[in-house]
């Protein structure tokens, strides 16, 4: 559904307006039905793949699919829709103002009724009469988020959506992305806050100075990890268990055996506690936390 084939973009930067690669060469595949996060830190590129892919930006190098067409193939922008990262609205209209005008603008027949019950929504209600100039921070982005899911199309591209949300926010629109797959749409979403991604995203990868470095798919981020709690472990012991578990990670004061089966959690506990007293025994998800934090943390 969407192809990203070796993406390179550069922006020229400072007064001698040098060339500098922003995005390193970029492979990707996004598959309908998919609610794909792209994770990374702050300035990884992100924002910039994000504008590439909704036809905002252009690429310099590399091949950028979507439908199977090139991404600004004008059939292509009546099927997707964009929240941006920071959204600029208006701040003179009211909410019901600005979303007939820009659903008309985006040639939507959407009725006052359907506005309505969008504000609604998003708790909106009361706020009807309100100029957009006087909304907090967390009003517009849900006005934000209504004017991008009020499009009824195939791919939704959110960029950071919950930016400046509260915790009842960032709920409405974790539930409305979910309900949107549900019909069977198509979201690609950017993130630097994991936690959240962590409760929608079926595949994730992570992006860090302009490439991507690490992917993972449903079935991998299903995969889990046995957590044994330790108190004290010398080297000599620690060398001993490495052999038995070459792929056991030691972490502060535990050890983790990635991708670990059910059947093989006794035998495991058995072998281990020749070599140390175990506290405390977790079969648990590894977090996107710490996969981010095992692949960008270490390396900034
Ligand atoms: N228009 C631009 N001109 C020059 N540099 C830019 C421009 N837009 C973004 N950048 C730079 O590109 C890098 C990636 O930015 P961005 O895509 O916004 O990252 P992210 O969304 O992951 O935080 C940053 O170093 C940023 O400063
Ligand atoms: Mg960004």
Same mark, same amino acid.
Do not use: A, F, M, Q
């Given at each position: 559904m969407i192809k990203i084939i070796g993406l390179r973009k550069y922006f020229r930067v400072g007064f001698l307006r040098k060339k500098t690669w922003i995005l390193k060469g970029i492979n990707l595949n996004v598959n309908p039905g998919d609610i794909f996060a792209l994770l990374g830190p702050n300035g990884a590129g992100k924002t910039t793949l994000l504008l590439c892919l909704v036809g905002l930006l252009k690429v310099n190098e590399g091949v950028l699919k979507i439908f199977d067409k090139d $991404? $600004?193939?004008? &059939?292509v922008f009546s099927r997707i829709s964009y929240l941006p990262e920071l959204p600029t609205i208006?701040?003179?209209?009211n909410a019901i103002e600005f979303l007939t005008i820009s659903a008309g603008l985006n040639n939507l027949n959407i009725s006052r009724k359907e506005i309505l019950s969008w504000l609604e929504r998003v708790n909106l209600q009361n706020d009807? *009469? *309100?100029? /957009? *100039?006087?909304? &907090?921070k967390g009003m517009v982005q849900r006005l934000a988020i209504v004017n991008a899911f009020i499009k009824d199309c195939d791919i939704y591209f959110l960029d950071e959506? /919950?930016?400046?949300?509260?915790p009842l926010g960032i709920k409405l629109i974790r539930d409305l992305i979910v309900e949107k797959n549900k019909e069977g749409k198509t979201i690609f979403l950017n993130s630097h806050i994991l936690s959240e991604v962590e409760k929608t995203a079926s595949r994730i990868s992570v992006m860090n100075e302009g490439k991507i470095v690490l992917e993972k798919t449903v079935d991998e981020l299903k995969g889990e990890f046995l957590y044994l709690k330790y108190k004290n472990l010398n080297e000599g012991e620690y060398k001993k268990l490495k052999k038995k578990f070459p792929n056991c990670k030691r972490d502060e004061d535990q050890l983790i055996l990635p991708a670990v089966k059910e059947n093989e959690i006794p035998e495991i506990i058995r072998t281990a506690s020749k070599f140390i007293d175990i506290y405390e025994v977790k079969l648990e998800k590894e977090s996107i936390e710490s996969i981010f934090i095992n692949h960008i943390g270490n390396k900034q």
């Open positions: $991404n $600004n193939d004008l &059939s208006p701040t003179h209209l009807l *009469k *309100k100029r /957009i *100039k006087k909304y &907090s959506p /919950i930016l400046g949300l509260d």
